[in-house]
Structure formats: C-alpha cells, structure tokens
C-alpha cells in the first residue's frame, strides 16, 4: 500500500531572502531581487545584472573545512537543508539512518569552481596545479553527498539533473521513495550558483536573458509584452519530506501533503518549449492523476514563467486547453519576476512559494507586467502588481527545462 508524503520543514536562500520568514515577505510584498552583476565585472557583457544573493557570507553559517571543499552551490545546499532540517524538528531517536536520504539537485553544478581552475591554468605556465578539491567540488552530486555527511543521513542519496526542471525532478523522487515505503524522510530540493562568467556569457550569446541593464529590477516581466529574456538568479530551496504516518507519532508540524508529480519530454527542441505545450500539458494531467485531483480542485499554480517571448506563451496554452478554454478559479503568478530564475533550484523555490501562498491563503504577485500579452486570453487570470488574498486548499508548480523536461509538482491542505 502506497505511504502518504508530507512536508515537515522548509529552508531558503534566496535573492529575496537568506531565512524563509524574511524571503516570504518580500515575496508577499513584491520585492525584486535584481540588481548589478558584482561578483565579477560584467562591463563587456551584453547582460550585466542578475539576481544575487544579499548580506551573505557561507562564514556566518558554516566551518571554514567546508567551504574550502566545496563550491557555492554546494554550501548554499548545505545551508537551505540545514534551515529546513531545524524548522522540521526531525532528529534520529531511534530511528535508523538508513530511512533517511538525500536527493538533491542542481543544473550546472560546481560552475563557479570550473571556470575557477580552469582560468589559473590557462593564466599560469601551463604546469597542473590544480586543487586537490577541484573534482570534489565540482562534480553535481556532492551538494547530496555533503548533505548526507553533514547530518549522518545514510539512505537513498543522489542528485538530479533536468535543466530548469532539475529540482521538481528531485522533489518527485524523493516523493517516490517515500510513498513506496522505501524511506521514511528525505531531504530534497535543489541549489544553484550560475552568476559566472561562462554562464552569464552562454546564456547572453543565446539572447534567453534581459539585456535591460539601465532597470535591473523591472527586468523579467513574465506574460508582459515588453518581456524580453529571464533574469538569472542564484541560491537554494530545501525540503523536508516524510512518511506522514512517522511524521504524525513524532508530532511533527506538517506543511501539507505531496499529493502528486510527473514528468514527460516534449521531444521536441534543444531548448525551445513545445509551441503548443503539449509536453507540459501531459505532465500536469498526469500529476493530477496520480492525485486523484482536476485542474478545478487546483487553487494556485505557479507558473514556470520565465519572461521569454516564447516560453510564457507556450506555458499559457498548456494551462488553457487544461482550463478547457473557459473562465475558471485557476489563479497563476510568475514569482521568477521577483527572483529571477534560479535554473536547478528553480523548482524548490517555486513550490516554497506555492506551499507558503497554500499555508497563508496569500498569492504572491507577478511583479512589471505592465501590459499583459494580448495572445494571453482574458480568462487566464493572472495576479499582477499586488499580492491577493484568497482560500487555497491545492497548489501546483511547473517547471520546464533545456531538453523538453516537464516537471510538475501538486500540493495539498491537509
């Protein structure tokens, strides 16, 4: 018999925020975290703004061992969990570790450790001299490997990797891990630090990011006419996920149910979004599937919305034909305004949001979209400018990533 999933604890690191209270109020409040490029000079590049993380320094939170063996999106891992683990109460008792796992995420990986050495060996006399920690910190999956040392976790551990669909990918295993009995609390979620050189520099040569460098914080604008490109954005969200029935006789506080997830592949694109959405459509038929749920039972959903000419309209027709292409109670916002897009943790930090708009009846808005898309129908109600208060009982996110993954994710009040 399938377990029920629930979720005990949230962590974020963010734009808009370095703990969950202070990142959903600005949430709430409609605070863009956009700004100059700082963490390397961004002059000659056609796009020199993202969204960074503020008042940050891994010294505040972790032991200098740690940072020396990793790259930032493993500490940002490292710390969103620790948040989400404290704010869960979980603690081992006498439970086995071998119940408890990590599946994490990332898209990029340890990036900023790559171009890091790789730049000392071209700058240099062409002898190796590379860091003994240089393949440690840089492959993916040690974000999920330091998670699981850092806390003794000794179950299912791996990492996940689909582009911008990365973290929902892993928030779906995990989910599936539990709910088929083979672990009984996992750690998921997905963390990502792409604000380098190489990236910023390959995203711009595509033309997929903002070029709007003299307005920073009214760059992404998703559904907007003017949209032109996303906002790249650093950070990590985490979640605690748990076998309900364990979660219930520790008394621990719980968030809401994981009642559904799916992915497909649209099979279509290098990086360009079905037209149609057909591949999107799919996937969130059958995670309302497997949740025994319609589109109706469906309060909020966020969008992946990037801000992209093509992409927000592709994801608008997928959400139409489920509608039926008639007035509904579906209510959507592109948070991805606020925090730009966090690729890999994009995902985690999405479903934070939906899960905190569920807890506190509150949807955020979709911050600079001044003129929404006449291709967009009237019907598809989007919460612009202001957050709005409304009952939600039932929450979905999407995510879709580079290679035409389509990750959904479905939330319940329990």
């Known amino acids: 018999m399938s377990k029920r999933v629930v979720v005990t604890g949230l962590g974020v690191l963010a734009p808009n925020g370095n703990d969950l209270p202070s990142f959903w109020e600005r949430i709430v409040n409609g605070d863009s975290g956009a700004g100059p490029i700082t963490k390397f000079n961004a002059e000659k590049f056609r796009t020199r703004f993202a969204c960074e993380l503020k008042d940050f320094n891994p010294a505040d939170h972790l032991e200098r061992s740690d940072i020396k063996r990793s790259d930032m999106f493993t500490q940002y891992a490292l710390i969103a969990s620790d948040q989400a683990i404290k704010d869960s109460g979980f603690a081992f008792d006498s439970m086995s570790p071998f119940d408890v796992g990590v599946i994490w995420g990332t ?63 892993a928030i779906m295993d995990a989910f599936n891990y539990i709910k088929w009995g083979k672990a009984k609390v996992i750690v998921t979620g997905g963390s ?69 997830a799916a992915m497909t592949a649209d099979a279509y694109h290098l990086s360009a979004t079905h037209p149609e959405g057909i591949g999107a459509i799919e996937a969130m038929k059958r995670a309302l599937d497997e949740a025994e749920m319609t589109i109706e039972d469906i309060d ?115």
């Open 107 to 169: 898209g990029q990986g340890g990036m900023v450790t790559f171009e890091e050495q790789m730049k000392a060996y071209y700058q240099g006399d062409g002898t190796p001299r590379f860091s003994p920690f240089f393949v440690p910190k840089l492959i993916a999956n040690m974000a999920s490997g330091m998670i699981s040392m850092r806390h003794g976790y000794m179950g299912v551990n791996y990492t996940t990797v689909s582009a911008c669909a990365t973290s929902n990918t």
């Open 192 to 260: 990502e630090s792409p604000i380098t050189e190489g990236s910023i520099g390959g995203f711009s040569a595509m033309k997929a990011m903002s070029p709007r460098n003299d307005d920073p914080k009214h760059a992404s604008r998703p559904f907007d006419t003017g949209r032109d490109g996303f906002v790249m954005g650093e950070g990590a969200g985490a979640l605690v996920l748990e076998d309900y029935d364990h979660a219930v006789a520790r008394g621990a506080t719980i968030y809401c149910e994981v009642k559904g």
């Open 300 to 414: 909020y959903l966020n969008p992946h919305a990037t801000s992209t000419p093509v992409g927000d309209i592709s994801e608008i027709k997928a959400i139409n034909a489920m509608v039926g292409g008639q007035k509904n109670d579906l209510w959507i916002s592109g948070t991805k305004s606020m925090t730009g897009h966090l690729m890999g943790a994009a995902g985690a930090i999405e479903s934070i949001i939906s899960i905190m708009a569920m807890r506190d009846n509150i949807i955020p808005p979709t911050i600079n979209t001044e003129e929404i898309d006449p291709a967009i129908p009237s019907h598809i109600n989007i919460v612009v400018g202001e957050s709005i208060e409304r009952k939600i009982d039932a929450v979905m996110s999407n995510t879709f990533g580079f290679g035409g993954h389509n990750g959904i994710a479905v939330f319940a009040r329990m």
